[in-house]
T-cell receptor, first 115, second 116 residues
Framework: AQSVAQPEDQVNVAEGNPLTVKCTYS??????LFWYVQYPNRGLQFLLK??????LVKGSYGFEAEFNKSQTSFHLKKPSALVSDSALYFC?????????????FGSGTRLSIRP | KAGVTQTPRYLIKTRGQQVTLSCSPI?????VSWYQQTPGQGLQFLFE???????NKGNFPGRFSGRQFSNSRSEMNVSTLELGDSALYLC???????????????FGPGTRLTVL
């Protein structure tokens, strides 16, 4: 069975500092990995995804994520945090296509950037 | 292109009633998925439809059902509402076809359902 874990409920970072939001996964075969962000009273917005190829994936709003197959991780990073990055972040995983390939979301990490 | 739209945005029902939520995907998207979001359980997958066929289903009781129409619009229905059904129900559409599960999803703003 596939699963995804976000070990931190909340991450607090000062503006201008680098940020990391952690995600680990478990899936049979090669995974498709996604990060989404949710602002208050809004639906989720796609940030970036890993399908294959380069382990470092760049996405929207200056975010990037590093796929590490040996550690089964897909951590979200940004070199310099902005107050406007404060939101709820979800990691998601989907296995290779099959009739049982559902997309599974992590529990979410609330990112708080202080001025 | 217009985004994913969901109606209604807010809904208040009482226990035992039933409710129907509607979702219009982005034009050209044929896959529609539904999720339930609650503070305690996070984002839980309900079901996924592609070309009017349910392709995947989450672990929810039979009171939760859905369908997709030929124009890709989708509805979900919850019968015999319980207090625990209070949640934000999100719909998402994607270009996912029969052999590509790597396309990202585009989410609507959600329907906030409150069961009293």
């Amino acid at each position: 069975a596939q699963s995804v874990a976000q070990p931190e409920d909340q991450v607090n970072v000062a503006e201008g500092n680098p940020l990391t939001v952690k995600c680990t996964y478990s899936v049979s075969g090669n995974p498709y990995l996604f990060w989404y962000v949710q602002y208050p009273n809004r639906g989720l917005q796609f940030l970036l995804k890993y399908i294959t190829g380069d382990n470092l994936v760049k996405g929207s709003y200056g975010f990037e994520a590093e796929f590490n197959k040996s550690q089964t991780s897909f951590h979200l990073k940004k070199p310099s945090a902005l107050v406007s990055d404060s939101a709820l972040y979800f990691c998601a995983v989907r296995g290779p296509y099959s009739s049982a390939s559902k997309i599974i979301f992590g529990s979410g990490t609330r990112l708080s950037i202080r001025p | 292109k217009a985004g994913v739209t969901q109606t209604p945005r807010y809904l208040i029902k009482t226990r035992g009633q039933q409710v129907t939520l509607s979702c219009s995907p982005i034009s050209g998207h044929r896959s529609v998925s539904w999720y339930q979001q609650t503070p305690g359980q996070g984002l839980q997958f309900l079901f996924e439809y592609f070309s009017e066929t349910q392709r995947n289903k989450g672990n929810f009781p039979g009171r939760f059902s859905g369908r997709q129409f030929s124009n890709s619009r989708s509805e979900m229905n919850v019968s015999t509402l319980e207090l625990g059904d209070s949640a934000l129900y999100l719909c998402a559409s994607s270009l996912t076809g029969t052999a590509s599960s790597y396309n990202e999803q585009f989410f609507g703003p959600g329907t906030r359902l409150t069961v009293l």
